[in-house]
């Protein structure tokens, strides 16, 4: 124990995954870092399991454990990766319970530094979160803008089609006004040429 080198918060970090929505981290990584064996951390665990429910600790599948293994560097050289028995994922609350099993003057500098290490990337994850729905309301602010414009052009259009059908409607009537004056422009020269015309039977004296 005393030769137990203890992690800094930022190297713990590398030995927190998430896997069911939750972040944990398993056995094999929690007694390397408490400076104990798995199967002595287990051991206690199992003597306590009534204070380990499934959202504070549960056993992974093979799919799940061959899954951290193949994307985490950390699991695929670290301490348990040939044991038979499949590892245990505890949550946040679940390393906290481990706290109170654990009473070492290593475990419990340990705890603090798991701890703050969970609470780091809990701001993180905030953060990023605000930032996604900066993001996400940016994206819904030009969608609406969009919308209006699309709203805009649309009323443009009709109002365009409007002046269009009543400059058609306008050249009609004009077009009808036109034609009314040139038929009585007609009728008033065909009237001017009857009344100059001679009557029947009219005599001309010389």
Same mark, same amino acid.
């Given at each position: 124990?005393? /030769?137990?080198?203890?992690? =800094?918060?930022?190297?713990?970090?590398?030995?927190?995954?998430?896997?069911?929505?939750?972040?944990?981290?398993?056995? =094999?990584?929690?007694?390397?870092?408490?400076?104990?064996?798995?199967? /002595?951390?287990?051991?206690?665990?199992?003597?306590?399991?009534?204070?380990?429910?499934?959202?504070?600790?549960f056993e992974l599948t093979k799919e799940e454990y061959d899954f951290l293994?193949? /994307? @985490?560097?950390?699991?695929?050289?670290?301490?348990?990766?040939? =044991?038979?028995?499949?590892?245990?994922? @505890?949550?946040?609350?679940?390393?906290?319970?481990?706290?109170?099993?654990?009473?070492?003057?290593?475990?419990?500098?340990?705890?603090?530094?798991?701890?703050?290490?969970? @609470?780091?990337?809990?701001?993180?994850?905030?953060?990023?979160?605000?930032?996604?729905?900066?993001?996400?309301?940016?994206?819904?602010?030009?969608?609406?803008?969009?919308?209006?414009?699309?709203?805009?052009?649309?009323?443009?259009?009709?109002?365009?089609?409007?002046?269009?059908?009543d400059q058609e409607i306008i050249a009609r009537q004009l077009e009808n006004i036109n034609d009314a004056i040139a038929q009585l422009q007609a009728? =008033?020269?065909?009237?001017?040429?009857?009344?100059?015309?001679?009557?029947?039977?009219?005599?001309?004296?010389?």
């Amino acid at each position: 124990m005393d /030769n137990t080198v203890i992690l =800094s918060t930022e190297s713990i970090k590398g030995h927190i995954y998430e896997l069911r929505g939750r972040k944990i981290m398993i056995d =094999s990584d929690l007694s390397m870092l408490y400076g104990i064996e798995t199967k /002595n951390l287990k051991r206690a665990v199992r003597m306590n399991k009534e204070r380990f429910p499934e959202d504070f600790m549960f056993e992974l599948t093979k799919e799940e454990y061959d899954f951290l293994r193949c /994307n @985490f560097f950390t699991i695929e050289n670290g301490r348990g990766k040939h =044991s038979k028995y499949l590892p245990y994922a @505890f949550t946040q609350e679940g390393i906290a319970m481990l706290s109170g099993l654990l009473r070492t003057p290593i475990a419990i500098q340990v705890n603090i530094n798991i701890m703050r290490a969970f @609470f780091q990337m809990q701001q993180a994850l905030l953060a990023m979160t605000d930032t996604q729905l900066q993001i996400e309301q940016i994206h819904s602010e030009i969608k609406q803008l969009r919308i209006d414009m699309d709203e805009t052009l649309r009323d443009q259009n009709d109002i365009n089609e409007m002046v269009a059908n009543d400059q058609e409607i306008i050249a009609r009537q004009l077009e009808n006004i036109n034609d009314a004056i040139a038929q009585l422009q007609a009728e =008033s020269t065909q009237r001017e040429i009857n009344k100059q015309r001679n009557p029947i039977g009219f005599i001309v004296n010389k």
